[in-house]
Nanobody, 122 residues
């Protein structure tokens, strides 16, 4: 069955870095777009970035441009989110999701992981 498993979350100080991973299985990786989304307490789930698994084309939300970098390893069916210069407002549960088209619209994604907590605090 389809599985998306996130890892790499944790507690980091402002200005620090984390790298999230999303390991995918159960579907043809190169035929899907993979998105990273996040949800803070009391807020809507929002798109952070997304990538075409086939060619690596990537889109970022304005709030993370220049700080976050999304990449993929097609041999491992894994995508990564390198997060630098982290801010307290980046605190959220981060989810990866797979969908048939590249979009930041969460409703277009069919499969979701369980999420990983990222906390940015001193």
């Amino acid at each position: 069955q389809v599985q998306l498993v996130e890892s790499g979350g944790g507690l980091v100080q402002p200005g620090g870095s984390l790298r999230l991973s999303c390991a995918a299985s159960g579907f043809t990786f190169n035929r899907y777009a993979i998105g990273w989304f996040r949800q803070a307490p009391g807020k809507e789930r929002e798109g952070v970035s997304c990538i075409n698994s086939s060619d690596g084309y990537t889109v970022y939300a304005d709030s993370v441009k220049g700080r976050f970098t999304m990449s993929r390893d097609t041999a491992k069916n894994t995508v990564y989110l390198q997060m630098n210069s982290l801010k307290p407002e980046d605190t959220a549960v981060y989810y990866c999701a797979a969908g048939s088209r590249l979009t930041m619209n969460k409703y277009a994604y069919e499969y979701w992981g369980q999420g990983t907590q990222v906390t940015v605090s001193s």
